[in-house]
């Protein structure tokens, strides 16, 4: 298909940002004289046919809304190739040759087989509080996700310090830690649990750390935990297991939960979204003059927006440096 009707959906979970990316990939398009087509509910709706023609005035004043006005959803059937067959003869009722999906990890390999398996323009938008995205500093919504869980720490420090208690509080990241990380050290927390934390050893350290501290006057005790979606109630486990080592201890745990995810994007994520949507209807307007289907992503690196294989950021992982930051996050905390 050589038209310029571009298909563009949100997919997995909704993060702050997607709808200041939508907005700009709509105007630009419609700029540049491409016909833009909404896909409601990512995957899923690709099968049920929920395509939207989208004008101006559909992403008038979303900018600064969170989630996503296309909505989203997490369809697994989509991992079956006569599944993605169906979705593609849809695909091709509506004259779509080219797709923009503003998602994570899971989404991207969606978009891939896609392009695989029957030549169409892809390029993924990374948009995922989890921030492990393969080749991106930044994904979008992660920004925001660490603001609303650094004011929940400035809150619980509150009353942490009010009745001398220690607060566990379990943040989102899908195995990953960053976010876990980030605001740990961006909130001044004692310490930070990370999924591949031996308990054994760490939890008689982190007590010693909290006694030594109480010694010298330290009131309230901040440690964050990254979830572990293999380990149910991560949070409770380690509080459990820290108050038998240490009774004397008053240990609270607080499970952050969804709201992570929800909220009015940043400046930093409304201005990222802007600048992952202009970049990635510019690429697809190379591969339509040159007639050349790619699969590409959009990235920011150092500062700079530009784009790699798509192939290669779904096969390669984030790198984190946990055992850096969390010495340094333990140094901080005095």
Partial sequence: M?????????????????????????????HNGWKVIGIEKAYKGMLEKNFKTLDLNFVAQIIQ?????????????????????????????????????IGGDGSFKGLSALHKEFNINAVGIPATIDNDIYGTDLSLGFDTASNVVLSAIDCIRDTADSHGRVFLIEVMGHNFGFLALHTALSGGAEDVFLPQDNLKIKLPQVAAN????????????????AEDLNKQAYSYQIAKQL????????????????????????????????RFGIKSVELLEEMFLLNNPKQLAVVLKQGKISSLDLKDVISRKKELNEEELSNYIRILAG
């Fill in 210 to 225: 909290i006694k030594k501290r109480q010694s010298r006057g330290k009131k309230g005790h901040i440690l964050i935990v």
């Fill in 65 to 101: 809304r969170g989630g996503t006005v296309l909505q989203s959803s997490r369809y697994p059937e989509f991992l079956k190739k006569e599944v993605r067959q169906k979705a593609y003869n849809n695909l091709k009722e509506q004259g779509i040759s080219a797709l923009i999906c």
């Fill in 2 to 30: 050589n038209n310029k009707i571009l298909g563009v959906y949100t997919s997995g979970g909704d993060s702050p940002g997607m709808n200041a990316s939508l907005r700009a990939i709509v105007r630009l398009a419609i």
């Fill in 243 to 274: 108050k038998t080592i240490a009774p004397d201890i008053d240990i609270k745990v607080s499970i952050l939960g969804h709201m992570q995810r929800g909220g009015s994007p940043t400046c930093l994520d409304r201005s990222l979204g802007a």
